[in-house]
């Protein structure tokens, strides 16, 4: 299914992410062993450093990187914004638990290809393994660079095809072997976790990323891997302060 376009890949990651909502979290923790968080928060501090204001986190799911953001210094508040409610609910519940700094987290149902807000309304914005779920990559990447504001910083935490090597030999058996197992044991839903690996493959090369930050009008543009080579955050600074 990773191979969609459109309005169909569209409707099918709606559906799939509805299905799977009740346990994402579980998930995410189980396939990464519990690294996704941590994965988070340094995302949150390479986004938040040094500047001030409002906080975006573009699909943000059941919102952990918004809170995340909400939590470093200089972010007065953090807004989450995600294409299904039943992902908002989610993040709403846990903001509601009170122990993830909820007071400074806010979230909405909205489409990353289409941002509500105007022109320069954020210090930074992320995206947290989502922008392989995008039909157009390069639209979300523009949304981001354009709600921020001059020298905000735009950031993404995304699964990337790894470099060739054992490293990438030993991550196709984990994500196309292993995952879709958890995926049917954990989840009751097998076909949702073969599509994950599925559409790592489909998306753009780390270094292919960078290019669609720079297309963006992003400035002083990286990225650095984690998980073994796995997992990738992006980053890029938006000129113009
Ligand atoms: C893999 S989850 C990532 C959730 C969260 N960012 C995280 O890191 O755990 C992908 C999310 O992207 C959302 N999504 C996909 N397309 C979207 C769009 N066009 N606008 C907003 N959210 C979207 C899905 O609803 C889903 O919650």
Redesign the pocket.
């Known amino acids: 299914m990773a191979h969609l376009r459109g309005a169909e890949k ?1 409707r099918y ?2 559906e799939m ?2 299905r799977i ?1 009740p346990r ?2 579980l998930m ?1 923790s189980l396939m990464t062993g519990g690294m ?1 968080h941590r994965w ?1 928060r340094t995302t949150a501090r390479l986004t938040a450093q040094g500047l001030c204001g409002t906080a975006l ?9 918004a809170f995340a953001l909400s939590e470093r210094p200089g972010i007065t508040a953090a807004v989450g ?4 409610p ?2 908002i609910a989610l993040a709403e519940a846990k903001a509601a638990a009170g122990n993830r700094h909820g007071a400074k987290a806010n979230f909405i149902v ?4 289409r941002l509500p807000f105007a022109d320069g309304t954020f210090c930074c914005a992320t ?4 922008l ?4 157009d990559v390069s639209a ?1 990447v523009n949304e981001m660079a354009r709600v921020v504001s001059p020298g905000g910083r735009v950031t993404t ?1 995304e699964l990337t095809p790894m470099p060739a090597g054992w490293r990438a030999t030993l991550g196709r058996v984990y994500f196309h072997k292993v995952v879709p197992l958890l995926g049917e044991l954990v989840a009751g839903d097998r076909s949702a976790y073969t599509y ?1 690996p599925s559409s790592v493959d489909y998306f753009l090369t780390a270094d292919g990323l960078a290019e669609a930050f720079r297309a963006a009008g992003l400035t002083n543009v990286g990225y650095r891997r984690l998980g073994m080579g796995a997992v990738a955050i992006h980053y890029g600074e938006k000129p113009g302060r």
């Open positions: 569209r990651v709606a992410f509805a909502s994402y979290d995410n996704h988070k986190d573009i699909a943000t799911g059941t919102g952990d990187l914004v995600d294409l299904l039943e992902m909205g489409d990353a290809l995206a947290g393994f989502s392989r779920n995008m039909v979300a935490l994950l």
